[in-house]
T-cell receptor, first 116, second 115 residues
Framework: QQQVKQSPQSLIVQKGGISIINCAYE??????FPWYQQFPGKGPALLIA?????SEKKEGRFTISFNKSAKQFSLHIMDSQPGDSATYFC???????????????FGEGTQLTVNP | KAGVTQTPRYLIKTRGQQVTLSCSPI?????VSWYQQTPGQGLQFLFE???????NKGNFPGRFSGRQFSNSRSEMNVSTLELGDSALYLC??????????????FGPGTRLTVL
């Protein structure tokens, strides 16, 4: 119930192409869905996030599409650049309680390579 | 503002030893969470601290423990190290403990190798 499934495990895209990473979840109580970008030797950095009452959110070249009924969400990177080459993680937050805090459940990660 | 800092960045220990990792959150952040990252298991939640209290705990054995100090700095301890504890340990801080706010900022991690 707490799992988040991410695909593909790795993705190779040409410069200027569209990168698409998909995630699916089971727990309908998740209330916040962030995407993180991680470069080698660095910690994950928040890229973009969405709440389940919104179907799409766009920030620059990055777009999250959210399908609540299908319990799926995806990250689209438009005009992909070599500098986008990194590992991408989707995540889902358990509903926060005042005394019990909250936690993020992460997908397995996608290694994105953008060829010049 | 300085980001989340973690010390040490790299650590090599042998089986059976114990280790303490340190995390300094972003100034003003009172919530600190710890995650373990391994190639096989990905990113897994260890625990969260807020105002020196553990508020949430993941599914890790009791060998993994933590604490938070009054200045919000946090430490994580692993006792009786096992080979499988080799991982990148990430600390993340959040700006508020209140429901409705949630941007976690991660540190660079401590790479622990158990021999």
């Amino acid at each position: 119930q707490q799992q988040v499934k991410q695909s593909p495990q790795s993705l190779i895209v040409q410069k200027g192409g569209i990168s698409i990473i998909n995630c699916a979840y089971e727990n309908t109580a998740f209330d916040y869905f962030p995407w993180y970008q991680q470069f080698p030797g660095k910690g994950p950095a928040l890229l973009i996030a969405i709440r389940p009452d919104v179907s799409e959110k766009k920030e620059g070249r990055f777009t999250i599409s959210f399908n609540k009924s299908a319990k799926q969400f995806s990250l689209h990177i438009m005009d992909s650049q070599p500098g986008d080459s990194a590992t991408y993680f989707c995540a889902a937050r358990s509903p926060r309680q005042e005394t019990s805090g909250s936690r993020l459940t992460f997908g397995e990660g996608t290694q994105l390579t953008v060829n010049p | 503002k300085a980001g989340v800092t973690q010390t040490p960045r790299y650590l090599i220990k042998t089986r059976g030893q114990q280790v303490t990792l340190s995390c300094s959150p972003i100034s003003g952040h009172r919530s600190v969470s710890w995650y373990q990252q391994t190639p096989g298991q990905g990113l897994q939640f260890l625990f969260e601290y807020f105002s020196e209290t553990q508020r949430n705990k993941g599914n890790f054995p009791g060998r993994f423990s933590g604490r938070q100090f009054s200045n919000s700095r946090s430490e994580m301890n692993v006792s009786t190290l096992e080979l499988g504890d080799s991982a990148l340990y990430l600390c993340a801080s959040r700006s508020s403990g209140r429901i409705g706010t949630d941007t976690q900022y991660f540190g660079p991690g401590t790479r622990l190798t158990v021999l």
